[in-house]
């Protein structure tokens, strides 16, 4: 009988890392732990209220041949790029890069002290759209979706529709994204239906879950890799608030170095020299 519903195949608190100039941060994908999830490439959580852990932010640096995804929970991050485009993404909003052929941008804290908290996701790109022109999904807080699932639950849909047909604000037709955050009170139960051959995880942000029909726990700060299937059913039994995020496996080789993730190494060989000669971006 084919199984119906997710169920956790791995647990993983990741790896205390840091990048860009010295900033503390948890890598989960993209981590010895965890090199890849088709079409997920890295996925990072920083929170701190601690400057020195943040303040050198992330100078200038290049990407190609891949999205990165900021989601701020806490705090403000500035973003400028080699093409001249800039802005702050704000508690509550996120950023969704498209960063293609190739960017030089910055994210640097748009703060002295204080909590910042958040996530960046990295979404790999199809060999066909590899070399896109960069672009830019920006949306605050206000602008995304919530739907109400009781009086202090609910789901906030950056990407991809609920059950009852909410939309997010993210438009990728090629991963068909879900990036959901979810807030439960306690002894609340989440079901939903997520197409069963994407690649899905949960994130603990806060609290206690049961995920399942094995009714696997799950805590704070742990991220669940999910088995294929249609439907997720999650308890909380306590209040909490978790990420779930799924996408489609691209199903393609993958060569990465740093900032450039391509399909073969002379691709990356090429970023490299592109980037060396001052062609990234042009
Ligand atoms: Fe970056």
Same mark, same amino acid.
């Given at each position: 009988?084919?199984?119906?519903?997710?169920?956790?195949?791995?647990?993983?608190?990741?790896? #205390?890392?840091?990048?860009?100039?010295?900033?503390?941060?948890?890598? %989960? %994908?993209?981590?010895?732990?965890?090199?890849?999830?088709?079409?997920?490439?890295?996925?990072?959580?920083?929170?701190?209220?601690?400057?020195?852990?943040?303040?050198?932010?992330?100078?200038?640096?290049?990407?190609? !041949?891949?999205?990165?995804?900021?989601?701020?929970?806490? !705090?403000?991050? #500035? =973003?400028?790029?080699?093409?001249?485009?800039?802005?702050?993404?704000?508690?509550?909003?996120?950023?969704?890069?498209?960063?293609?052929?190739?960017?030089? =941008?910055?994210?640097?804290?748009?703060?002295?002290?204080?909590?910042?908290? !958040?996530?960046?996701?990295?979404?790999?790109?199809?060999?066909?759209? &590899?070399?896109?022109?960069?672009?830019?999904?920006? #949306?605050?807080?206000?602008?995304?979706?919530?739907?109400?699932?009781?009086?202090?639950?609910?789901?906030?849909? %950056?990407?991809?529709?609920?059950?009852?047909?909410?939309?997010?604000?993210?438009?990728?037709?090629?991963?068909?994204?879900?990036?959901?955050?979810?807030?439960?009170?306690?002894?609340?139960?989440?079901?939903?239906?997520?197409?069963?051959? =994407?690649?899905?995880?949960?994130?603990?942000?806060?609290?206690?879950?049961?995920?399942?029909?094995?009714?696997? &726990?799950?805590?704070?700060?742990?991220?669940?890799?999910?088995?294929?299937?249609?439907?997720?059913?999650?308890?909380?039994?306590?209040?909490?608030?978790?990420?779930?995020?799924?996408?489609?496996?691209?199903?393609?080789?993958?060569?990465?170095? !740093?900032?450039?993730?391509?399909?073969?190494?002379?691709?990356?060989?090429?970023?490299?020299?592109?980037?060396?000669?001052? #062609?990234?971006?042009?």
């Amino acid at each position: 009988m084919k199984n119906k519903t997710r169920e956790i195949t791995q647990i993983l608190k990741g790896v #205390r890392s840091s990048d860009g100039d010295g900033v503390q941060l948890t890598r %989960i %994908i993209g981590s010895s732990e965890l090199n890849l999830l088709d079409p997920f490439l890295l996925f990072d959580v920083f929170g701190s209220d601690k400057p020195q852990d943040y303040i050198g932010g992330f100078p200038p640096h290049p990407h190609r !041949g891949f999205e990165t995804v900021t989601y701020m929970l806490s !705090g403000k991050m #500035r =973003h400028e790029d080699s093409a001249g485009n800039s802005g702050i993404i704000e508690p509550g909003g996120v950023q969704w890069m498209t960063a293609g052929k190739g960017i030089i =941008h910055s994210e640097m804290p748009e703060q002295q002290q204080g909590l910042l908290s !958040g996530f960046q996701l990295w979404v790999n790109l199809p060999a066909s759209q &590899k070399m896109t022109e960069p672009k830019y999904q920006e #949306r605050t807080d206000e602008e995304v979706p919530v739907e109400q699932l009781g009086e202090n639950s609910h789901i906030k849909v %950056i990407a991809g529709v609920t059950q009852e047909g909410t939309q997010g604000v993210i438009d990728n037709t090629t991963i068909l994204p879900i990036y959901w955050h979810v807030q439960l009170e306690e002894n609340t139960v989440f079901e939903q239906s997520i197409p069963s051959l =994407h690649s899905a995880f949960i994130y603990v942000i806060k609290g206690q879950l049961l995920v399942g029909e094995n009714s696997k &726990k799950l805590s704070t700060a742990e991220l669940a890799v999910l088995s294929n299937a249609e439907n997720l059913i999650i308890k909380a039994t306590t209040e909490s608030q978790f990420l779930v995020i799924a996408g489609k496996p691209l199903n393609e080789p993958v060569e990465r170095a !740093g900032p450039f993730v391509m399909n073969t190494k002379a691709e990356l060989r090429q970023a490299f020299s592109d980037y060396e000669t001052g #062609r990234l971006t042009n």
